[in-house]
């Protein structure tokens, strides 16, 4: 079956300027996480969703950063205000939803902030 | 706070090598383990998970986890060039609601 979709794949954008990020989980995943992957560095918990609340959202950096889920699918990631500091790979993942169930990723959006 | 650190390497390795990845963490509270694949480019994908301590093996990759030194380690046997990635560990929060990884290993194996 499908996997976790992410669009756009590539972002190039303006210092200053807002973003979005999508990404459709895989069908019937309850849970989907946001992450931010950094050169050289391992993936970076922003956010946790199950369903369409976020149950934890202790990993977003600062008030720059939303991500929403109205409908308990597809979820965007919204970067106000971007700064040249959040350049990164952001990586969007599903899981079924229990303790413990193994995370899915998409191949990410790599956001590039000049 | 992390709390799971992993050598990033680089690690070069022949083809058909045995390799050993290693990661350490400092609370003896964790009890579920995973090791994620990452090839350059691409998403992390699921390798093997382990729960609490002891081994677990899945064809030419076996994971192990030693609660008593607080290591996690990933065995390749007969590694393949196809194996060339970044390798990371990661473990589950508190909740098991989400995964804390660490910065990840990258491995080369040469034909």
């Known amino acids: 079956g499908a996997g976790v979709s992410q669009t756009p794949s590539n972002k190039v954008t303006e210092k200053g300027k807002y973003v979005e990020l999508r990404c459709d989980p895989i069908s019937g995943h309850t849970a989907l996480y946001w992450y931010r992957q950094s050169l050289g560095q391992g993936p970076e918990f922003l956010i946790y969703?199950?369903?369409?609340?976020?149950?934890?959202d202790s990993g977003l950096p600062n008030d720059r950063f939303f991500a929403v889920r109205p409908e308990g699918s597809v979820s965007t990631l919204k970067i106000q205000r971007t700064e040249r500091g959040d350049s990164a790979v952001y990586l969007c993942a599903s899981s079924e939803g229990q303790a413990n169930s193994p995370l899915h990723f998409g191949n990410g959006t790599r956001l590039t902030v000049t | 706070q992390k709390e799971v650190e992993q050598d990033p390497g680089p690690l070069s390795v022949p083809e058909g090598a045995i390799v050993s990845l290693n990661c350490t963490y400092s609370n003896s509270a964790f009890q579920y383990f995973m090791w994620y694949r990452q090839y350059s480019r691409k998403g992390p994908e699921l390798l093997m998970y382990t729960y609490s301590s002891g081994n677990k093996e899945d064809g030419r990759f076996t994971a192990q986890v030693d609660k008593s030194s607080k290591y996690i380690s990933l065995f390749i046997r007969d590694s393949q060039p196809s194996d060339s990635a970044t390798y990371l560990c990661?473990?589950?929060?508190?909740?098991?609601?989400?995964?804390?990884f660490g910065k990840g290993t990258t491995l080369s194996v040469s034909s």
């Open positions: 969703f199950q369903g369409t609340g976020a149950a934890d």
């Open positions: 990661a473990r589950a929060n508190q909740a098991g609601t989400a995964l804390i």
